[in-house]
């Protein structure tokens, strides 16, 4: 068996290549598109740079019929956040809410979390000033959280914005 030497820079180089490929097409690439558009690749090099931009979160793993499936991952905010990954999927969650933003009760069904626990991210998140709770009008009781940087939608607030 012949060993196959490259440089770190020639790996980046294709990992580059294979991620430029995943956002042209936003359907997904699988292994023989791959293959057709880099011949020259070796498997285990391909291997390598799918596994590099995986852990970086660049692209998503899929299984489809034609077997595996590599989509680009457009970034969000969430990946830049710090704090560990409780934090990332509750901010997450809150970011796809937009300003209407996400009852307490959704948050935790979404995340899986447990109310102590979810107690401690969102607290964490909000003197972060990364989010926000605002008082709903349709139920004062209740809070949204959305992010800090957004105006609530007026039927959050029952405040036309001038």
């Known amino acids: 068996m012949t060993e196959v030497k490259t440089e770190t820079g020639e790996i980046d ?4 290549k294979i991620s430029a490929l995943c956002e042209e097409m936003p359907d997904g690439i699988n292994d023989k598109v791959i293959q057709n558009e880099l011949p020259t690749l070796d498997p285990r090099i391909r291997a390598q740079c799918i596994n590099r931009l995986l852990v970086a979160g660049k692209i998503d793993l899929f299984k489809s019929t034609d077997g595996l499936m590599y989509k680009f991952k457009a970034p969000t905010r969430a990946t830049n956040i710090r704090g560990d990954q409780e934090e990332k999927i509750v901010f997450k969650i809150i970011e796809t809410s937009g300003n209407l933003g996400i009852w307490l009760r959704d948050i935790r069904t979404n995340s ?11 607290k964490s998140l909000e003197t972060k000033k990364l989010i ?3 008082k709903c009008v349709n139920a004062t009781k209740k809070k949204v959280y959305m992010l800090y940087d957004l105006e609530p939608d007026r039927t959050v607030t029952g405040i036309a914005v001038v």
Do not use: S, W
């Not at 180089?13 to 580059?16: I, L, M, N, V």
């Not at 899986?112 to 969102?122: A, E, F, I, S």
């Open 132 to 134: 926000k709770a605002v």
């Open 112 to 122: 899986g979390l447990l109310q102590t626990q979810l107690n401690k991210v969102l």
């Open 13 to 16: 180089d294709f990992c580059a």
